[in-house]
Structure formats: structure tokens, C-alpha cells
């Protein structure tokens, strides 16, 4: 009689197997990374192309450097704490640091959400589309994503939203620059030390690493369920996202370099950059800048309110996960929804008096970068604290590192304060 041989179950692989962990782990990093190239972001690199050529690509190379060590720190402090940043200051420097910071968080959020739907309807325009359309559109497209989504849905559709950046990389193509002074660019700091390069400059630090990004990222990271076990592959998600966001940057500034600077043209928001973009480079090229603005306006929609309602719930203490319902965290999904609506309307209404939405984006500016130095002060802080860290306290290297990028940011800082009120 001969014998019926048993399939064994086929075992996956080694190195599937850490693809698999990998993918579970993905999400924090990638999504807070490109979320921080939303339409200010795009605005400023699209002037810094314009104004400056390639001349301070450098700033955007030391920029993504800070943004991959913080980001990576914040998500390290969530994983380990179990807790958002805002809860942690007040949990470490009392209430009334806590109620502090998350007061100007809102306030510059509100601000800076503001700026993404400016964005949404000026891309909206781009294709005769009006702004009473694009706007509202867009507000109850995020909000019904992530107010009836599970986090799994919600992190899915992110990730499409992620997509669409690879238009930016494609028009930067599409304008032809030169890469060999992009890259002299990106390894020669040097700057004319005047009013406008100074604000740029800071303006691409503070773009680049927004308060908002690192609130998102340790709260995210503490919704997602990591877990200690998940850090090291946490740390390839973050390191990858944010080393995307500089790429993402760098394309927008080439594009604008070579589209703009070399002809002398001179814009004041993507928008402008998008529709100056057809006579130079092509309708194709036009249509993809805009489409990338949308895409990074949506996204960062949907992070922006997100980061405020995990802000504002880690400061009560209250529920603030994707997976609870509205009526498990009605101050969760309230804030959201608050923040969208503020904002939206404010675009609505005010949409075509350009001169209020610039004075908007210019006191968030402000806010984001008088908030941006003592939240880095406070992750530094906790990172050194062992109560709270264990035996994940930052090594010595690595306060030094933290203390001088935190130096480089507050010297940044004093001087666009200074050429902004003098």
C-alpha cells in the first residue's frame, strides 16, 4: 500500500518575514514626514527655488537632518511612555506648561489648516474649479475618512494621499535643472545675509519641522499599539519618511529654480508656481504641481486636526484613539471636527481677499516658530529623564546632538524674530 505523503505548510522565508514586521510597524514616520510637505511647506520651497536658485538647498539638507532626529526621538518617547507629548508636559513641567503649549498648538494649527484649504482652492482654481466647492468638498471628504474610519481604514487611505507626491518629483524632471549646482547647493552653505534669505532659511526649518508633525508622530505611535519590540523597524519608518519628506522638498526646489530663477520670474505661493509653470515647462508639468498640491493639502487636512484632537484629549487625560467610536471620545472627534470646520469656513468667506489669508499664514508662522523651541526643549528634557525613558534615555551623543541642533533652531528663531519686528 503506498503512502499518502502530507504537504507540509509552506514557512515563510527570513526575509519575508521581516518585510511582514516591517509593514505592520509602517505608518508614524512616513505619513508625519510628508505630511509636513503641506501647501506652506510647498509655498516655501517654491519661493526658496524662485528667489534663491539652488544657493540654499543646504538649509533643506539640514532641515530634513533635524526633522529625521526629532521625529525619530518623538517616536521612540511614545512607544516607550505610552503617551502623547502634550500629556507629557504636563505630566513633567505641570499644567500650566501643558495648558500653555497646547493653547498655541490650537491657535497655530488653526492657522496653519487654514493654509491647507487656501491650498486646496487655489490648486481648485488651477483647473476652474471654485473655492466654495473645492473647500467644503474637501472638509467633509477628510473629516469622513477619519471621524467613520477604523485606524487601519484611516491609515490606508494616508497612505494613498502619500502617493501623490510622486508628481512633484516627476515636474522636477519635467523643468530640466541643472544637478550639478543642485547638488554644489546642497553641500556649499553659503547665503546673503539680508532680510528675505534669512526669513527663507528659517522658513524652511520651521516648515520642515513643525510642532504639529511632532505632536502627531508620538501620539500616532502610541494609537498605532507599538510596542518596545517594534522600535528598531520604527526607526527605518521614520528615518524613511522623513528622508522622503527632503526628497519631496529638494524636487519642489529644483522645479522652481529652474523654472524660475533662471528667468528672474517671481511668485508668492505655489499656486502661482503651478499656473507659471504651463508657458515654461508644459500644461503636463502645470497639472502635476497642482495635483501634488492637492494631494499634500489633503493629507495634511487630515493630520492637521488630528494632531490637535490627540493634543487637547493627552491634556485631560481623555480617550484619543481612531479605533473608539464617537461616543467613547466625543472630545477627540469634537476637536477634529472643530478645527476642520474653523478653518474651512475662514477659506470660504475670506478665500478671495488675499491680503487676511497672508496675514493668517504670517502670525502662524510666527506661532509655529515661537512654539517649535520649547517643545524641542521639552522632548530634550524627557529624553534625558530616566524615570519616564528607562533604559531608553538618550546616550550623552545624543543630548549633545539634540542641544545643538536645538541651538541652531533657536538662533534661527531669534533672527526671523528680529527682521520680522525691526
Known amino acids: 500500500m503506498s503512502e499518502v505523503k502530507k504537504k507540509s505548510p509552506a514557512i515563510a522565508s ?54 529625521i532626529i526629532f521625529q525619530d526621538l518623538g517616536a521612540r518617547i511614545g512607544v516607550v511612555t505610552r503617551q502623547g507629548l502634550i500629556g507629557l508636559v504636563r505630566q513633567k513641567y505641570g499644567a500650566r506648561s501643558g495648558v500653555m503649549s497646547a493653547s498655541a498648538l490650537i491657535i497655530a494649527n488653526i ?84 532680510h528675505d534669505a534669512i526669513l527663507i532659511a528659517t522658513a524652511t526649518l520651521g516648515t520642515t519641522l513643525a510642532p504639529w508633525g511632532l505632536a502627531f508622530i508620538q501620539s500616532y505611535a502610541v494609537d498605532k499599539r507599538l510596542t518596545r519590540d517594534d522600535l528598531k523597524l520604527l526607526r527605518v519608518d521614520v528615518w524613511t519618511g522623513s528622508f522622503l519628506t527632503g526628497i519631496i522638498g529638494f524636487f519642489v526646489v529644483v522645479t522652481c529654480a529652474a523654472a524660475f530663477h533662471s528667468k528672474g520670474i517671481s511668485i508668492t505661493d505655489a499656486g502661482q508656481a503651478a499656473a507659471a509653470l504651463k508657458p515654461l515647462a508644459g500644461t503636463f508639468a502645470k497639472d502635476l504641481f497642482a495635483i501634488g498640491l492637492i494631494g499634500a493639502a489633503l493629507l495634511a487636512a487630515s493630520i492637521l486636526p488630528l494632531s490637535t484632537a490627540y493634543s487637547v484629549s493627552d491634556l485631560t487625560g481623555r480617550p484619543a484613539a481612531l479605533d473608539d ?85 533657536a538662533a534661527c528663531i531669534g533672527c526671523m524674530l528680529w527682521f520680522t519686528f525691526n
Open 14 to 67: 527570513p526575509r519575508k518575514i521581516r518585510l511582514a514586521a516591517f509593514l505592520a510597524v509602517m505608518g508614524p514616520g512616513i505619513i508625519a514626514g510628508l505630511s509636513d510637505d503641506d501647501p506652506a511647506g510647498i509655498t516655501t520651497y517654491s519661493q526658496l527655488g524662485a528667489k534663491y536658485g539652488y544657493q540654499l538647498l543646504w538649509t533643506l539638507v539640514i532641515s530634513t537632518v533635524a526633522l
Open 111 to 194: 492657522g496653519t489648516m487654514t493654509a491647507e484649504f487656501a491650498g486646496i482652492a487655489v490648486a481648485g482654481k488651477l483647473f476652474n474649479i471654485p473655492n466654495y466647492i473645492t473647500v467644503p468638498g474637501s472638509a467633509l471628504l477628510v473629516s469622513f475618512l477619519v471621524l467613520r474610519g477604523t485606524f487601519a481604514r484611516v491609515e490606508k487611505v494616508f497612505f494613498l494621499l502619500s502617493g501623490v507626491f510622486l508628481a512633484y518629483v516627476i515636474a522636477g524632471f519635467q523643468a530640466h535643472p541643472n544637478w550639478g549646482s543642485a547638488f554644489k547647493g546642497m553641500v556649499t552653505p553659503t547665503m546673503p545675509f539680508n
Open 325 to 409: 467610536k464617537p461616543k467613547e471620545a466625543p472630545l477627540f472627534y469634537s476637536t477634529f471636527a472643530i478645527i476642520t470646520i474653523i478653518a474651512a469656513l475662514i477659506v470660504i468667506f475670506f478665500g478671495g481677499h488675499s491680503s487676511t489669508l497672508l496675514a493668517i499664514l504670517v502670525i502662524t508662522q510666527v506661532l509655529n516658530a515661537v512654539l517649535l523651541l520649547p517643545l524641542l526643549m521639552y522632548m530634550f528634557g524627557i529624553s534625558r529623564d530616566k524615570k519616564l525613558m528607562g533604559e531608553y534615555r538618550a546616550s550623552v551623543k545624543m543630548q549633545w546632538v539634540y542641544g545643538v541642533i536645538i541651538t541652531i533652531v
